[in-house]
Nanobody, 117 residues
Framework: QVRLVESGGGLVQAGGSLRLSCAAS????????MGWYRQAPGKQRELVAT???????NYADSVKGRFTISRDNAKNTVYLQMNSLKPEDTAVYYC???????????WGQGTQVTVSS
């Protein structure tokens, strides 16, 4: 069974930085497209960024130029470096493994990111 465990959330002032990590187990990590999503209070969960097995990345327009997604296949970990944080980035951030021929979609438990103005 796939398990995704996020860490690195917290409280930061506007303009600050945080790095989120997501450690995966129970899956052949290197073949998966991984992603980060977020959900703010009263809003739907939205895509933040994805990274394919080959390292191709995709970002939401709202985070382009500020956030960077990366992966370390040797550590079965995907990262989200968040710079120039804004109050509107406040949300619970979720790690995601996309469904593929080897298994279904999976989600982590989420980590809270709060950006104060």
């Amino acid at each position: 069974q796939v398990r995704l465990v996020e860490s690195g959330g917290g409280l930061v002032q506007a303009g600050g930085s945080l790095r989120l990590s997501c450690a995966a187990s129970g899956t052949i990590f290197s073949i998966n497209t991984m992603g980060w999503y977020r959900q703010a209070p009263g809003k739907q969960r939205e895509l933040v960024a994805t990274i394919t097995s080959g390292g191709s990345t995709n970002y939401a327009d709202s985070v382009k130029g500020r956030f960077t997604i990366s992966r370390d296949n040797a550590k079965n970990t995907v990262y989200l470096q968040m710079n120039s944080l804004k109050p509107e980035d406040t949300a619970v951030y979720y790690c995601n493994k996309q469904a593929n021929s080897f298994g279904p979609q999976a989600w982590g438990q989420g980590t809270q990111v709060t950006v104060s103005s």
